[in-house]
């Protein structure tokens, strides 16, 4: 019903800025929120942002509040994650993700529709 299309990843060093993106495609008229999720190695998949589909409210999560931004484009279509000051810790797969509720849930189980993901290592 709804696909999910993540790119930006990359390998960078510690203190360097990435920038994801995130496309939705398909039948999104009733999509309520995005997210960004990642997974790394040995630990459990978390939530690192949140927003509506409208662009507020947001969320974040403690580990990106001052470092990361979430953002959408004027169509409502493609959504954003600028990440600053990078560090080791962020390595890991990050996930696009939509929720069929409204606000920016930071609840996984909310999310019925996921991106492959795109890895993101940071060096140092």
């Known amino acids: 019903q709804v696909q999910l299309a993540e790119s930006g990843g990359g390998l960078v060093q510690a203190g360097d800025s990435l920038r994801l993106s995130c496309a939705a495609y398909g039948r999104t008229l009733n999509v309520g929120a995005m997210g960004w999720f990642r997974q790394a190695p040995g630990v459990e998949r978390e939530i690192v942002s949140a927003i509506s589909w409208s662009g507020q409210p947001t969320y974040y999560a403690d580990s990106a509040k001052g470092r990361f931004t979430v953002s959408r484009d004027n169509a409502k279509n493609t959504m954003w994650l600028q990440m600053n000051s990078l560090k080791p810790d962020d390595t890991a797969v990050y996930y696009c993700?939509?929720?069929?509720?409204?606000?920016?849930?930071?609840?996984?189980?909310?999310?019925?529709?996921w991106g492959r993901g795109t890895q993101v290592t940071v060096s140092s």
């Open positions: 993700a939509a929720a069929l509720v409204r606000g920016a849930s930071s609840r996984a189980t909310d999310y019925v529709y």
